[in-house]
């Protein structure tokens, strides 16, 4: 089982910068990829970005060269930095942690965090 905690939305101007937090606990060693994804009203969840164990970065076209996903081991804790801020990044941004265990992969969410960019 693996617990996430997220932190860090709110509200900022468009150009503005956010970075959200999202720390893991529990079977962190089984953790293969982490991510964030988000949820606008009347829409579907889309991946913003993701980072793998061994550090391989992606994103989705909408956020490259904005958003920066990192992470710190020690902590346990993956970021996501974005910059230059638009209206229509406003969603809830959810947490993702994706456990390997035996060969099976096994999707765990955080509760979500708001993200609203005023224009």
């Known amino acids: 089982q693996v617990q996430l905690v997220e932190s860090g939305g709110g509200l900022v101007q468009a150009g503005g910068s956010l970075r959200l937090s999202c720390a893991a606990s529990?079977?962190?060693?089984?953790?293969?990829?982490m991510g964030w994804y988000r949820q606008a009203p009347g829409k579907q969840r889309e991946l913003v970005s993701a980072?793998?164990?061994?550090?391989?970065?992606n994103y989705a076209d909408s956020v490259k060269g904005r958003f920066t996903i990192s992470r710190d081991n020690a902590k346990n804790t993956v970021y996501l930095q974005m910059n230059s801020l638009k209206p229509e990044d406003t969603a809830v941004y959810y947490c993702?942690?994706?456990?390997?265990?035996?060969?099976?992969?096994?999707?765990?969410w955080g509760q979500g965090t708001q993200v609203t960019v005023s224009s």
């Open positions: 993702n942690a994706v456990e390997l265990l035996l060969g099976d992969e096994y999707d765990y």
């Open positions: 529990g079977s962190i060693f089984s953790i293969n990829a």
């Open positions: 980072i793998t164990s061994g550090g391989s970065t």
